[in-house]
């Protein structure tokens, strides 16, 4: 698929498509896709001229977006076999897409419609509009005579309306009822939810947890521990062993009880975007992330989709355009996995994977007295990161500065009492970089940025400032304190007497994470809630469980209790009404036992008759035909190929099961039943990876097969 080519405001895509039938190349014309109603819709224009597809295709929209085409799907393919042919051909070449992708072939979410011009023409619809009609009103023609007869249907439909609107009412109460209750678990839950947060860099590590009161938040528990940059030189992934046992120390000397944290991964190591999707709500969106369609349209990776942890969260839905925009976050998941083996070694549970930059953010957001916030960007210079972040409407927008090692090198070593070349040049690019971005931002939103808060992990970092502001005249710029807003307590304010108090930034940010499982977060800004785990619905569900059976327990016992003392005091009642009833027990229980071997015996009678019937239904007069079919069908299987069980259903279909030891194999198969004369058409059913098998492992597992074989009988 090439030459992708966008219409309707980006809602329809036209490329040109090759269509295989069989392994042979049947034609090369433009094909339309969208999605609508949760599902992907895809269309031959049968074509090959661009113009004259352009025009066929967005007929096709036009008519689905107006649902124009809902009525007469079903129709065209029952009745027209080129459709049918074309189902098959997309579908089968579908199955292929997703063979080599390691990947379950999903037919139902794949939609397939035929163009106005290749539809057959169809009887008049007028007797059918009359009968719909009739429905509507709901009336009796042939009894309209009798006048009080169409009264009380009138009656009758009226009260029918009555009825669905107290449903309509009902329900939504039901609805306010159950967000107020979610919404007050979900505060109890977040309110005492303990999270510490974990900031690893190559120079440090920083662990901080906080506490929040009605009016501010309280440093509880924070610690620095210092690392020897000759032994993570080569980055932290490849020093884990050391980093873990460092950060073990570092929680030791932290005295955090709990075990639940909260991580980050570098800006290098993950993908950012905002991307622009047709209008879709949560259950479509949802639907199209399964067939991971989604993705593979909006957002180009280089690699497979199984390879990242993606995070997703809709910023904005805009319903004059028909589009919403969704920020995209994701990660390698060697990266991910990496990052969580360094924490798990140190005896910890990683519950929120964060990106540094967005961690910023959070704790600039906190940072509660900093006036026109929405005029403010974040600035990170140091050895490893640097980049600038502006978050606009909700929107991220990130900005690399690129330094060569030997530059970040001449920053770092810089010194206030000394002129140097070398540092003013360096500089001079870094913000020459930096004006361009701001620039590009001013440009394209019409706002202007006024201050730059800057988080250095450099000591020099207020020698340096000045330099800075040589070249950026027109902008503020101050190193950011995130402690500023934070209730210090006595026992942690020597622990923070530092100059450069913006190294703290990134696992205060983190401090102020939770972990949400009751959906309190739902429409919280999708830069505070970006979570990379790829286990954290699972994580969700446990924590979940945890809260509900200790904040339930209470009102679990008292319930119990009730029901206990509700049962002894019925019984009491019970017992006197049931000695009563118990008099003719004798009777009851002669006439039970004749009635019940009656039914016995006619039950036994019952599966008798039925076991002769499914012996009967398998007799045939062309058993030797079958013979030879069957024969031919084991002559066909390749020797990579083997049955785990065969169906026959005595008439002229067989259904095969077994395992492959690759794609080729199955397809190798299909092709040696279809070239034997007895077999009328041989496809593939369905494919499954069996159970102790997963994506990640290697190609060589075997896969399982379903193959449908419909024999000349």
């Given at each position: 698929m090439t030459n992708i080519i966008s219409t309707k405001d980006g809602r329809l895509h036209i490329y040109v498509r090759q269509d295989k039938y069989k392994g042979k190349l049947k034609s090369e014309n433009w094909v339309g896709r969208t999605f609508h109603n949760g599902k992907q819709k895809v269309i031959s224009s049968g074509t090959t001229d661009l113009e004259e597809a352009k025009v066929i295709l967005g007929k096709w929209y036009d008519d689905l977006i107006a649902g124009k085409l809902e009525e007469n799907s079903t129709n065209n393919e029952k009745n027209d076999e080129t459709i049918e042919t074309k189902v098959e051909t997309e579908t089968f070449e579908k199955s292929l897409e997703d063979i080599n992708d390691n990947q379950t072939v999903v037919n139902d979410r794949i939609d397939v419609q035929t163009p106005e011009k290749e539809k057959i023409k169809k009887p008049s619809d007028k007797p059918a509009l009359d009968e719909k009609k009739k429905k509507i009103f709901n009336l009796d023609f042939s009894s309209l005579k009798n006048f009080s007869s169409l009264k009380d249907k009138f009656l009758l439909k009226k009260k029918e309306s009555n009825t669905n609107k107290s449903e309509k009412q009902n329900n939504k109460r039901f609805s306010n009822f159950k967000k107020i209750f979610s919404?007050?678990?979900?505060?109890?839950?977040?309110?005492?939810?303990?999270?510490?947060?974990?900031?690893?860099?190559?120079?440090?590590?920083k662990i901080a947890q906080l506490t929040k009161t009605e009016s501010n938040w309280i440093l509880e528990k924070i610690s620095l521990r210092l690392l020897d940059k000759n032994k993570t030189a080569d980055g932290i992934i490849n020093s884990k062993d050391y980093v873990s046992d460092e950060l073990k120390l570092a929680m030791d000397n932290s005295k955090i009880a709990t075990t639940n944290v909260a991580i980050s991964i570098p800006v290098t190591s993950a993908i950012i975007r905002v991307v622009t999707s047709p209008l879709m709500t949560d259950e479509e969106l949802q639907k199209a992330i399964e067939t991971d369609s989604l993705w593979e349209n909006l957002v180009q990776l280089t690699d497979d989709l199984n390879e990242y942890s993606i995070f997703h969260q809709v910023i904005s839905r805009n319903n004059k355009m028909n589009t919403m925009e969704i920020l995209f976050v994701a990660s390698k998941l060697s990266d991910v996995n990496s990052y969580s083996s360094i924490v798990k070694k140190a005896g910890l549970n990683p519950v929120i994977m964060d990106v540094k930059c967005f961690t910023l953010k959070n704790a600039f957001d906190n940072a509660l007295k900093i006036e026109n916030k929405a005029n403010n960007a974040m600035l990170e210079i140091g050895s490893e990161d640097n980049y600038l972040i502006v978050v606009h409407e909700n929107i991220p927008i990130i900005t690399d500065i690129f330094l060569r090692p030997n530059e970040k090198e001449i920053l770092s070593q810089h010194s206030g009492n000394m002129q140097n070349d070398d540092?003013?040049?360096?500089?001079?690019?870094?913000?020459?970089?930096?004006?361009?971005?701001?620039?590009?931002?001013?440009?394209?939103?019409?706002?202007?940025?006024?201050?730059?808060?800057?988080?250095?992990?450099l000591n020099n970092i207020e020698e340096l400032i000045p330099l800075f502001r040589k070249n950026l005249l027109n902008t503020g710029l101050q190193v950011f304190d995130p402690l500023n807003e934070i209730q210090i307590p006595e026992y942690n304010k020597e622990k923070?007497?530092?100059?450069?108090?913006?190294?703290?930034?990134?696992?205060?940010?983190?401090a102020y994470r939770k972990l949400d499982v009751f959906g309190y977060y739902?429409?919280?800004t999708a830069v505070k809630n970006i979570n990379l785990l790829p286990n954290r619905e699972a994580l969700k569900r446990q924590t979940k469980m945890k809260f509900l059976s200790g904040f339930a327990m209470k009102g679990l016992v008292g319930g119990i209790a009730a029901i206990y003392i509700f049962l002894i005091g019925f019984s009491f009642f019970q017992i006197g009404a049931n000695k009563n009833k118990l008099v003719n027990e004798s009777n009851i229980q002669q006439e039970f036992n004749i009635i019940n071997k009656e039914?016995?015996?006619?039950?036994?009678?019952?599966?008798?008759?039925?076991?002769?019937?499914?012996?009967?239904?398998?007799?045939?007069?062309?058993q030797k035909i079958t013979y030879r079919a069957l024969a031919q069908i084991t002559r066909s299987v390749p020797q990579r190929v083997q049955f785990t069980n065969l169906n026959y259903n005595g008439a002229n279909e067989i259904m095969i099961t077994g395992l492959a030891f690759s794609d080729q194999d199955i397809i190798n198969f299909i092709s040696n039943l279809n070239s034997k004369d007895l077999v009328d058409q041989a496809s593939l059913k369905a494919m499954n990876v069996p159970q102790g098998q997963n994506d990640l492992q290697s190609a060589n597992n075997k896969k399982g097969f379903t193959i449908l074989c419909k024999l000349k009988i």
């Amino acid at each position: 698929m090439t030459n992708i080519i966008s219409t309707k405001d980006g809602r329809l895509h036209i490329y040109v498509r090759q269509d295989k039938y069989k392994g042979k190349l049947k034609s090369e014309n433009w094909v339309g896709r969208t999605f609508h109603n949760g599902k992907q819709k895809v269309i031959s224009s049968g074509t090959t001229d661009l113009e004259e597809a352009k025009v066929i295709l967005g007929k096709w929209y036009d008519d689905l977006i107006a649902g124009k085409l809902e009525e007469n799907s079903t129709n065209n393919e029952k009745n027209d076999e080129t459709i049918e042919t074309k189902v098959e051909t997309e579908t089968f070449e579908k199955s292929l897409e997703d063979i080599n992708d390691n990947q379950t072939v999903v037919n139902d979410r794949i939609d397939v419609q035929t163009p106005e011009k290749e539809k057959i023409k169809k009887p008049s619809d007028k007797p059918a509009l009359d009968e719909k009609k009739k429905k509507i009103f709901n009336l009796d023609f042939s009894s309209l005579k009798n006048f009080s007869s169409l009264k009380d249907k009138f009656l009758l439909k009226k009260k029918e309306s009555n009825t669905n609107k107290s449903e309509k009412q009902n329900n939504k109460r039901f609805s306010n009822f159950k967000k107020i209750f979610s919404e007050k678990i979900s505060k109890a839950n977040v309110a005492g939810e303990e999270i510490a947060g974990i900031d690893i860099s190559e120079d440090s590590i920083k662990i901080a947890q906080l506490t929040k009161t009605e009016s501010n938040w309280i440093l509880e528990k924070i610690s620095l521990r210092l690392l020897d940059k000759n032994k993570t030189a080569d980055g932290i992934i490849n020093s884990k062993d050391y980093v873990s046992d460092e950060l073990k120390l570092a929680m030791d000397n932290s005295k955090i009880a709990t075990t639940n944290v909260a991580i980050s991964i570098p800006v290098t190591s993950a993908i950012i975007r905002v991307v622009t999707s047709p209008l879709m709500t949560d259950e479509e969106l949802q639907k199209a992330i399964e067939t991971d369609s989604l993705w593979e349209n909006l957002v180009q990776l280089t690699d497979d989709l199984n390879e990242y942890s993606i995070f997703h969260q809709v910023i904005s839905r805009n319903n004059k355009m028909n589009t919403m925009e969704i920020l995209f976050v994701a990660s390698k998941l060697s990266d991910v996995n990496s990052y969580s083996s360094i924490v798990k070694k140190a005896g910890l549970n990683p519950v929120i994977m964060d990106v540094k930059c967005f961690t910023l953010k959070n704790a600039f957001d906190n940072a509660l007295k900093i006036e026109n916030k929405a005029n403010n960007a974040m600035l990170e210079i140091g050895s490893e990161d640097n980049y600038l972040i502006v978050v606009h409407e909700n929107i991220p927008i990130i900005t690399d500065i690129f330094l060569r090692p030997n530059e970040k090198e001449i920053l770092s070593q810089h010194s206030g009492n000394m002129q140097n070349d070398d540092t003013d040049s360096v500089v001079r690019r870094y913000c020459m970089q930096l004006k361009q971005a701001l620039n590009d931002y001013e440009s394209k939103y019409s706002s202007k940025i006024n201050n730059i808060k800057i988080v250095s992990s450099l000591n020099n970092i207020e020698e340096l400032i000045p330099l800075f502001r040589k070249n950026l005249l027109n902008t503020g710029l101050q190193v950011f304190d995130p402690l500023n807003e934070i209730q210090i307590p006595e026992y942690n304010k020597e622990k923070i007497d530092i100059i450069n108090k913006s190294i703290y930034t990134s696992v205060l940010g983190l401090a102020y994470r939770k972990l949400d499982v009751f959906g309190y977060y739902k429409f919280v800004t999708a830069v505070k809630n970006i979570n990379l785990l790829p286990n954290r619905e699972a994580l969700k569900r446990q924590t979940k469980m945890k809260f509900l059976s200790g904040f339930a327990m209470k009102g679990l016992v008292g319930g119990i209790a009730a029901i206990y003392i509700f049962l002894i005091g019925f019984s009491f009642f019970q017992i006197g009404a049931n000695k009563n009833k118990l008099v003719n027990e004798s009777n009851i229980q002669q006439e039970f036992n004749i009635i019940n071997k009656e039914h016995q015996q006619m039950t036994k009678l019952v599966k008798d008759m039925e076991k002769a019937l499914k012996l009967g239904a398998m007799v045939n007069s062309n058993q030797k035909i079958t013979y030879r079919a069957l024969a031919q069908i084991t002559r066909s299987v390749p020797q990579r190929v083997q049955f785990t069980n065969l169906n026959y259903n005595g008439a002229n279909e067989i259904m095969i099961t077994g395992l492959a030891f690759s794609d080729q194999d199955i397809i190798n198969f299909i092709s040696n039943l279809n070239s034997k004369d007895l077999v009328d058409q041989a496809s593939l059913k369905a494919m499954n990876v069996p159970q102790g098998q997963n994506d990640l492992q290697s190609a060589n597992n075997k896969k399982g097969f379903t193959i449908l074989c419909k024999l000349k009988i």
